[in-house]
């Protein structure tokens, strides 16, 4: 356990379903992230919350929206997936931004 | 931020020393250079970080050359657990809190018993 709590582990959703994916930190950090790793692919960075404000969108396709609520919780709302969206959906916190960062052991989402 | 190079594998026999390479020439005065790695399947975990001083801890011993365009991570007696991509970053200090850390494709290190 790492100190970043993400769930659920895994997600098979249809492409017209709506989830959630949810990462949870209680390590006292202000800044958070979502990456998406797809298979064979290096991370991709998709989203940052410093002091639960959105600071970068990576360019990601609306179809994937964040929310930040506090600085201890950061969503990933999914609707309308394409099944190229399969991935590992990884979650991050770090203090200012600073080279600790903390990642969660991921979302395995498989889109059908 | 400064572009690293390095090898996409590398073997190990358990118990040897792994030492693995990062090319970053065209660094500049104010990045860091950071060590991540990434257990199959989990998310990647933060090793050592370094600036122009070698640095060793629990896990691993970073050595940057003198004019710091490359370093070599060194896990000193590997195991099977070190199996994992381990990454190589540069980044400055300046992009603490502006700008999140990114990762390229890593050394997939393989540990053989």
């Known amino acids: 356990e790492t100190g970043v709590t993400q769930t659920p582990r895994h997600l098979v959703m249809g492409m017209t379903n709506k989830k959630s994916l949810k990462c949870e930190q209680h390590?006292?950090?202000?800044?958070m992230y979502w990456y998406k790793q797809s298979a064979k692919k290096p991370l991709e960075l998709m989203f940052v919350?410093?002091?639960?404000?959105?600071?970068e969108n990576n360019s990601v396709p609306s179809r994937f929206s964040p929310e930040c609520p506090n600085s201890s919780h950061l969503f990933l709302h999914l609707h309308t997936l394409q099944p190229e969206d399969s991935a590992l959906y990884l979650c991050?916190?770090?203090?200012?931004?600073?080279?600790?960062?903390?990642f969660g052991s991921g979302t395995r989402l498989t889109v059908v | 931020d400064a572009k690293t190079t390095q090898p996409p594998s590398m073997d190990c026999a358990e118990g040897r020393a792994a030492n693995l390479p990062c090319n970053h020439s065209?660094?500049?005065?104010?990045?860091?250079v950071y060590w991540y790695r990434q257990i199959h399947s989990q998310g990647p975990q933060y090793i050592i970080h370094?600036?122009?001083n070698n640095e060793t801890n629990e896990m691993a011993s970073l050595i940057i050359t003198e004019d710091r365009k490359s370093s070599t991570l060194i896990l000193p007696h590997a195991t099977l657990r070190d199996t994992a991509v381990y990454y190589c970053?540069?980044?400055?200090?300046?992009?603490?809190?502006?700008?999140?850390?990114?990762f390229g494709s890593g050394t997939r290190l393989q540990v053989q018993p």
């Open positions: 991050a916190s770090s203090q200012d931004g600073n080279y600790g960062y903390t």
């Open positions: 390590l006292g950090h202000n800044a």
């Open positions: 919350y410093n002091f639960k404000e959105q600071t």
């Open positions: 065209t660094i500049s005065g104010n990045e860091y």
């Open positions: 370094g600036l122009k």
């Open positions: 970053i540069v980044r400055s200090v300046m992009d603490t809190g502006r700008r999140a850390l990114t």
